[in-house]
């Protein structure tokens, strides 16, 4: 990797870092992402680089098809040939820092072609707050803006002809597990059921490489937007923003996103994780 993380921290406890300019191969979908992201108690709940889809960085945004730029990693699905290996990668770069300290960060970046030709620029916010003694919530928000003289359009293999429910791309979380981890929402459990939904929260439960039981509460969902979920394949939650019809930034335009993970030690019920989300509010990350 090329520099040093930004750490983030709950009052001394450090429990994220945030990789800024990864160096990787260009069909890994370089871009900055979060990992490891950890527990108060110090489990490790994200992946990256797996080796069943090396592509995958911890906590990211990453979108297979920006105006036909795979900014995901790996290969790109195509229509009628399904999945192909292209010379179609593209990066999102860091380009400027605008405010650090130990529990939030924001930065500029551009979501760049093959060419190195910018697609959209983008300022983003992390933070990091307590919640309880046991508990985290990181916030990320993010505004996506397009050129002024032309819109930009977010796909999935799903709009462009997977079947299978597989419209990912957008805010996704590779999360790290020992067995099949267990998925739920409010009125809802399993991948097939709640992969596809829009639900105001999921939950998600496992255990890390050593053992240690946690739980993950994402919230987040924008107009639009719907989970998309796999814990059979591998564990993993994506905000989607294209899940069964691709999304739009108009020219000149933005996309704005929040979203929240609650990073919990242990296995929370469902009853346990509303309370969580209810007592603790979402809020903005303050600075846009």
Known sequence: MSGEPVRLAVGTTEVAE???????????????????VRTLGGTVVTDALPADHVWHLGAS????????SNLWGGRTYVRDVGYTW?????V????????????RYAHD?????????????????????????????????????????????????????????AGYGGFFWRAVADGEPVVFTADAAGEETVNGSAAPWLALTGAGSGGGA?????????????????????????VAFAFDRP???????????????????????RDAVAALVATVAPTRSGWS
């Open 92 to 103: 999102i770069a860091h380009t400027g820092e605008v405010e650090r300290s130990p529990g």
């Open 214 to 238: 946690y739980t993950l509460v994402f919230a987040g969902l924008g107009r639009g937007d719907r989970w998309f979920v796999r814990t059979g394949m591998y564990p993993g939650v994506c």
């Open 61 to 68: 945004l990453a979108v297979q098809d920006v105006e036909g």
């Open 247 to 269: 999304a739009v930034v108009p020219a000149g335009g933005s996309r704005h996103g929040r979203y929240q993970v609650w990073v919990a030690d242990g296995t929370l019920d």
């Open 18 to 36: 945030y990789i800024l300019d990864p160096a990787l191969d260009a069909r890994h979908g370089p871009r900055p992402y979060l990992h490891p």
């Open 109 to 165: 970046l551009q979501w760049r072609d093959r060419a190195g030709g910018v697609l959209l620029t983008e300022r983003r916010w992390l933070a990091a707050s307590a919640v309880a003694p046991d508990a985290w919530r990181l916030d990320v928000e993010s505004v996506l803006v397009a050129p002024d003289d032309r819109e930009i359009r977010l796909g999935s293999p799903a709009t462009n002809g997977r079947p299978g429910g």
């Open 86 to 90: 292209r010379d179609d990668h593209g």
